[in-house]
Each structure stands twice: as C-alpha cells, then as structure tokens.
C-alpha cells in the first residue's frame, strides 16, 4: 500500500481543526485588533440619537415598572437610568440601568417597546460585558464590582420572537474577563468582548491564578 505524504496528512488534520469547534484559544494582540477593527461589521451599535423624547420618557416608566409592587414597596426613585440608544438595523432599543444595589445591566424593547423576554427575572441583559451579532446572537457575561475575578462564563442568547433564549454556555475556571473598570472609554469597554468575523467572540482575559495581571488575548468559535 502505498503512504500518504506527510505534508498531506498535517493539511488534514488542520483542516479537520479547523472544522471542530476549537473552544476558547489564545490569540495574537495584532490578531485580536485586527478583529476589533471590524468591530462595525459584525456588532449592532445602539444610537441615542435615534430615539425621540417622548420615547425616553416611555422607555424611562417601562424600566421602572418593575420595581413597583405596592405603595409599600416601590423602589422607582431608586434606580436610574443613565442611557439610552436605538438600533438602527432593527429599530430595538436598549437602556442602560443602575440598579438598587448599584448594578448595571440593560433592559431591551422591541420596536413597539414590548420588553424583550430573557426567561429570568426582570428580563436584565448584562452591560459591562455584552456583544450583540447582526445574526442574531447575544453574548454575555453578568458581572459586578463586588465579584472580583469571577471564572470565565459567556452566556450565548439566540434572538426569538419574544427575546431571548440561552442556547450554549462556555466556562473556563483559568480565565477571567479583564475589570470593567480598566476601559478608558465606552470604545475600550467595546473591545473587551465582541464579535468577529466567522461567528468568533473575541475576549480581553486574565489568568485566574496569574498574579500579574498581564492581559491575554481569547478567540472563542461558537459554530462546530
């Protein structure tokens, strides 16, 4: 029988890797910025311009619907909302939250501000870590102050009729996303978690147990 060449054997076996889902893999710096210079193509963008006043004003009661029970338990005054943006591709809208406790998360509304349903309670995407694909898909990861490094767990949502619903999770416990607090700007917080070109997510990360800090740069393909 005859061999196969080797050099044919290594071009399938990186084909065959190429087709499996490879999980979350490091990547270059200049890799992951050249991803991130895309950002426009392959990430929905909110604009607060789009939005009309009278709309705010609607947007502004609908949010704190939720935080009204009875006159014995209304926490309206006590929350705040401190943006708003509409999403020109598909006229949704998202605002942003400060919550009781000082946690921000977002609310989204269809075009007819019906409130895009998550399947848990108060219907909160997160905001400090969130990417939004034109096909659809939603990654986050919920995150406050309070819990420090927590290990690596990006929620991915598929857009539905009603809103939203979970349809994979990655966890890596020797990952974290790098703090919320490091981004100078909402364009630095951009780049910590967006999406790229072949259903790529793209992340700003720590090792858990790294105690220097230095940032390593995560590519993680959602299609097998």
């Known amino acids: 029988m005859q061999r196969i060449p080797i050099y044919i054997l290594l071009f399938l076996m990186l084909v065959g890797c190429k087709q499996r889902n490879q999980g979350i893999m490091e990547v270059s710096q200049s890799e992951y910025e050249r991803a991130f210079d895309q950002y426009v193509r392959f990430n929905y963008q909110e604009d607060s311009n789009l939005v009309a006043s009278n709309v705010k004003h609607l947007l502004d009661s609908l ?4 935080f009204y029970h009875n006159d014995s338990s209304d926490f309206r005054s006590y ?3 401190f943006s708003m ?14 919550g009781i406790t000082g946690e921000l998360f977002i609310r989204m509304f269809d075009k007819d501000l019906n409130p895009l349903l998550t399947g848990e309670e108060g219907n909160r995407l997160p905001y400090e870590y969130h990417a939004y694909s034109p096909k659809g898909i939603w990654a986050g990861e919920d995150w406050c102050e309070d819990l420090g490094e ?12 009603e809103g939203w619903t979970t349809i994979r999770e ?9 703090h919320a607090w490091e981004a100078e700007s909402l364009n630095d917080l951009n780049s910590f978690l967006f999406f790229g070109d072949d259903d790529c997510l793209y992340m700003k ?6 105690k220097s800090g230095k ?7 959602l299609v097998d």
């Open 63 to 66: 949010v704190r619907v939720d």
């Open 79 to 81: 929350i705040e909302v």
């Open 85 to 98: 943006g509409k999403i020109p591709e598909t006229n949704e809208f998202i605002v942003g939250v400060v």
């Open 150 to 161: 927590p290990p690596l767990n990006i929620q991915i949502r598929q857009r539905t009729s």
């Open 170 to 178: 990655f966890k890596d416990s020797t990952l974290c996303l790098v």
């Open 205 to 210: 990360c720590h090792r858990t147990k790294d």
């Open 215 to 221: 940032t390593i740069f995560c590519r993680l393909c």
